[in-house]
Every structure is written in structure tokens, then in C-alpha cells.
């Protein structure tokens, strides 16, 4: 069976981050990260992987309380957090700190969908066609203090056949 792709370039990196401003706590909020394409050419971007990292939760002494940081990586822009369902989340991380009466439990990590491990260029998280990608975060209201979230993007360039760069393209732009 033919591919609708060839890769290009060697892997490389794309890195991002975001501020989570801890005035706003609860919001989300997003930034753009541009993309070394040439979509004149019909160029893609095959991603192999995703790592995130981001400060730690605040304990803050929240006694029973949730507290954590979300973090998502989109091939579109997005007003809110997404779940696995949605066809343009390249990757997603949690982290969470749950109190209790007297004591503490975490930080836990929760990956829905992302290579935390080492990656090989066979490794297909997703295709993006478009020029750009969205690293989105959120903290529970009790984290009052500025929180910064990083991602690191494991990519290849593909030069994508005709049928497959309208199909992706026309499927980013439209969710």
C-alpha cells in the first residue's frame, strides 16, 4: 500500500511554552507555536513526539482540595481543554496534587495522549498541514501563583500527495 506522505528531514525540534498567569486562575489559556512549513509544496509536519514539563502544583496548604495544571497541544486554536475525542489534539498532561484532612498525595501525572518515552521515526502521533500549533493550559482556581508549562514537539517534514494535503488541510479548518 503507497503512502501519502515522504518524509523529508531528519527529525528535529519544535519547543513552546506559556505562562499561566496565576491571576487568572481557572481560565484557559493558550499560545501559538509556528511551524517550519512550506505549504506551497504541500509540506506537513509528521510528529513522533511530545514531551511536556510545567512547574509544580502548589500544595498551598488546600486542604481537601483538587489542585492541578492541564496542558494540551492542538493542531488548531481552542477556547478550552479537549478531550482524546477531538481530531486535532496532538498531545495531553495533568498534573495533580489531591489534599486531604492532614496530608498530601502527588504530584500525579496523567498522559492521554502524548511519547513520554524514547521515540523512533516510525513513531506516527499525528500529521499537521497547517502552519501553526496551539500549546493550551489551565490550573484550578486555588493555584494563585503564575504557573509555566513547556512543550517539546519530535517532528519530520513530509511532502504529502495532492488528495492527502486537501483532506488534512480542509480537516484542520474545520474543527
Known amino acids: 500500500m503507497a503512502k ?10 519544535v519547543n513552546g511554552n506559556l505562562t499561566l ?29 511530545v514531551y511536556f514539563t510545567s512547574t509544580d502544583v502548589s500544595f498551598g496548604g488546600n486542604f481537601n482540595a483538587y489542585s492541578r495544571i492541564q496542558m494540551q497541544l492542538t493542531a488548531t486554536s481552542k477556547t478550552a481543554m479537549v478531550g482524546a475525542n477531538d481530531a486535532n489534539l496532538i498531545g495531553r498532561r495533568e498534573m495533580v496534587v489531591i489534599g486531604g484532612t ?3 498525595s502527588g504530584p500525579h501525572v496523567v498522559d492521554f495522549i502524548g511519547e513520554q518515552g524514547p521515540y523512533a ?4 502521533l499525528m500529521i499537521v ?19 509555566s508549562i513547556q512543550v517539546r ?3 519530520s517534514r513530509i511532502r504529502l500527495d ?14
Do not use: M, R, W
Request: hydrophobic share 40%; aromatic share 8%.
Open 129 to 147: 498541514a497547517t502552519d501553526d500549533c496551539f500549546l493550551g493550559g489551565v490550573t484550578t482556581s486555588n493555584q494563585i501563583t503564575d504557573k
Open 102 to 104: 492532614a496530608e498530601f
Open 21 to 49: 498567569d496565576g491571576a487568572t486562575a481557572g481560565t484557559f489559556q493558550q499560545t501559538q507555536i509556528s511551524l517550519p512549513l512550506d505549504s506551497l509544496n504541500q509540506e506537513g509536519i509528521l510528529v513522533h513526539a
Open 153 to 155: 514537539l519530535v517532528c
Open 4 to 13: 501519502a506522505y515522504k518524509i523529508t528531514s531528519d527529525p528535529f525540534f
Open 162 to 175: 495532492s488528495a492527502a494535503y486537501a483532506a488534512l488541510v480542509t480537516n484542520e479548518l474545520s474543527n
Open 121 to 124: 521515526e516510525d513513531d506516527n
